[in-house]
């Protein structure tokens, strides 16, 4: 049977009923039930699989292919398949490579600090302190932005990196060590949203590292000034005499053996006086895990005194509140209490002083201790020992701790009373 060429006309193809009709060359004319038309280019691969591949609408409307473009898209069409080329293979490649090339236009345009601020975005939500997102921001803008803020995130490369962390790394040791491992983490965001491919020019392992000296090379540990343990009695008798809501809360703090953030965060829901006992959700903790602290009799005297003053009983309000309704104190605000008292320490060295007195002052295993700070257990021996909470021999160390604290003892040298510090809080 000879093959078709050309059968078709422009009025069959505007008139003929429900079926498929051949032109010849592979074209084919798709009539549905209801009068939709299409073009329809059928081919045999070497493998002798029949395929079909859609070639638009049929007619000569607006939008549709006419008869004379439907040919000429067949005859090409029909020059790949002589030439071993699948068309419809070849179809989806362009595309790909359309869309590829449309990504790679769009990661091009996006620069580092709008995926610097799309990630702090994304994650801020799950951050511990509502203020790390504004210490990203802020490290960034100082170090990182001057250099390759406005440049495109997939052009970043190891030379803008160490442009940045060059000049603060043996001058600014933290800061340059916090810098490139923020900017490790959106470099990473970004190549997880598609705009930027290959290794992240910000890692330390077989990158950065070989261009810098370890921190341990450059900086020693700085640890938290902290008043010796002996002291802490007459720093107690001082701090009683503070008024205002941040003595209480350092009082509180210090009782507690606790980090000044947890403090700050607590609110009355946390408190079982009844129980003596601090219940610090894991969202609140530095390890992520819920942590009990047995509260002495002093600390449960230290919330007595902010109860007398909290305006509602709503569970949720902060035990030491802020100024604004609904937020709580200042984290500065231990710290002016002891600038006041021109102490020469902090508040979180408070925790130094206790871990001192532990050791040197009481017979309670190094365990306990440990546990009372809610450090993370770094052995896997240490681990086997500590399965537990340590609860009740932690009660035990606490009530020593705030025995020793309200110990009487004289004004050392190393904090001075101050007179008339009251803003008619507790």
Same mark, same amino acid.
């Given at each position: 049977?000879?093959? *078709?060429?050309?059968?078709?006309?422009?009025?069959? !193809?505007r008139?003929?009923?429900?079926?498929?009709?051949?032109? +010849?060359?592979?074209?084919?004319?798709?009539?549905r039930?209801?009068?939709?038309?299409?073009?329809?280019?059928?081919?045999?691969?070497?493998?002798?699989?029949?395929?079909?591949m859609?070639l638009?609408?049929?007619?000569?409307?607006?939008?549709s292919?006419?008869?004379?473009?439907?040919?000429?898209?067949?005859?090409?069409?029909? =020059? *790949?398949?002589?030439?071993?080329?699948?068309?419809?293979?070849?179809?989806?490649?362009?595309?790909?490579?359309?869309?590829?090339?449309?990504?790679?236009?769009?990661?091009?345009?996006?620069?580092?600090?709008?995926?610097?601020?799309?990630?702090?975005?994304?994650?801020?939500?799950?951050?511990?302190?509502?203020?790390?997102?504004?210490?990203?921001?802020?490290t960034?803008?100082?170090?990182?932005?001057?250099?390759?803020?406005?440049?495109?995130?997939? #052009?970043?490369?190891?030379?803008?990196?160490?442009?940045?962390?060059?000049?603060?790394?043996?001058?600014?040791a933290?800061? $340059?060590?916090?810098?490139?491992?923020?900017?490790?983490?959106?470099?990473?965001?970004?190549?997880?949203?598609?705009?930027?491919?290959?290794d992240?020019?910000?890692?330390?392992?077989?990158?950065?590292?070989?261009?810098?000296?370890?921190?341990? =090379?450059? $900086?020693?540990? !700085?640890?938290?000034?902290?008043?010796?343990?002996?002291?802490?009695? @007459?720093?107690?008798?001082?701090?009683?005499?503070?008024?205002?809501?941040?003595?209480?809360?350092?009082?509180f703090?210090?009782?507690?053996?606790?980090?000044? +953030?947890?403090?700050?965060?607590?609110?009355?829901?946390?408190?079982?006086?009844?129980?003596?006992?601090?219940?610090?959700?894991?969202?609140?903790?530095?390890?992520?895990?819920?942590?009990?602290?047995p509260?002495?009799?002093?600390?449960?005297?230290?919330?007595?005194?902010?109860?007398?003053?909290?305006?509602?009983?709503?569970?949720?309000?902060?035990?030491?509140?802020?100024?604004?309704?609904?937020?709580?104190?200042?984290?500065?605000?231990?710290?002016?209490?002891?600038?006041?008292?021109q102490?020469?320490a902090?508040?979180?060295?408070?925790?130094?002083?206790?871990?001192?007195?532990?050791?040197?002052?009481?017979?309670?295993?190094?365990?306990? @201790? #440990?546990?009372?700070?809610?450090?993370v257990?770094?052995?896997?021996?240490?681990?086997?020992?500590?399965?537990?909470?340590?609860?009740?021999?932690?009660?035990? *160390?606490?009530?020593?701790?705030?025995?020793?604290?309200?110990?009487?003892?004289?004004?050392?040298?190393?904090?001075?009373?101050?007179?008339?510090?009251?803003?008619?809080?507790?």
């Amino acid at each position: 049977m000879p093959r *078709l060429t050309n059968a078709l006309t422009a009025a069959k !193809v505007r008139t003929a009923s429900a079926g498929r009709y051949g032109d +010849g060359g592979g074209l084919y004319l798709l009539v549905r039930d209801g009068g939709l038309r299409s073009w329809v280019f059928r081919y045999t691969m070497p493998s002798h699989k029949m395929r079909e591949m859609g070639l638009g609408r049929a007619g000569a409307s607006s939008g549709s292919v006419p008869l004379a473009e439907a040919r000429e898209k067949a005859a090409v069409l029909s =020059k *790949l398949v002589r030439a071993g080329i699948d068309p419809l293979a070849r179809r989806d490649a362009d595309e790909r490579a359309a869309r590829a090339a449309r990504q790679n236009a769009a990661s091009r345009a996006v620069t580092f600090q709008e995926a610097a601020e799309r990630y702090i975005a994304a994650n801020e939500a799950g951050w511990r302190n509502p203020k790390h997102a504004q210490q990203w921001a802020n490290t960034l803008k100082t170090y990182a932005y001057p250099h390759f803020g406005d440049i495109p995130v997939s #052009e970043i490369a190891t030379g803008h990196v160490m442009a940045a962390l060059g000049p603060i790394w043996t001058v600014k040791a933290e800061t $340059a060590s916090r810098l490139r491992g923020r900017v490790e983490a959106i470099l990473d965001f970004a190549k997880s949203r598609g705009w930027r491919h290959g290794d992240n020019p910000a890692a330390w392992k077989g990158n950065i590292a070989h261009n810098l000296p370890k921190r341990s =090379k450059i $900086a020693s540990v !700085v640890h938290h000034p902290a008043l010796p343990w002996q002291d802490v009695p @007459a720093f107690m008798v001082l701090l009683k005499q503070q008024k205002g809501i941040g003595a209480r809360a350092l009082e509180f703090t210090i009782y507690t053996a606790g980090r000044s +953030g947890e403090t700050l965060g607590a609110r009355w829901s946390e408190m079982d006086t009844d129980n003596a006992l601090w219940t610090i959700p894991a969202s609140r903790m530095k390890a992520k895990k819920e942590h009990a602290v047995p509260l002495s009799g002093p600390a449960i005297a230290a919330l007595k005194q902010m109860a007398a003053w909290r305006p509602t009983t709503d569970p949720d309000e902060f035990v030491f509140p802020g100024a604004r309704h609904g937020h709580p104190l200042s984290n500065m605000s231990m710290t002016e209490v002891m600038r006041r008292m021109q102490a020469r320490a902090v508040p979180h060295g408070f925790r130094s002083s206790f871990r001192d007195f532990a050791a040197e002052s009481t017979s309670h295993p190094h365990e306990v @201790a #440990e546990a009372a700070l809610a450090h993370v257990v770094k052995t896997a021996v240490e681990a086997a020992y500590r399965r537990g909470d340590l609860l009740e021999k932690r009660r035990g *160390l606490m009530n020593d701790w705030a025995e020793f604290c309200d110990r009487p003892a004289p004004v050392g040298d190393n904090v001075h009373a101050i007179r008339g510090a009251s803003n008619g809080r507790p």
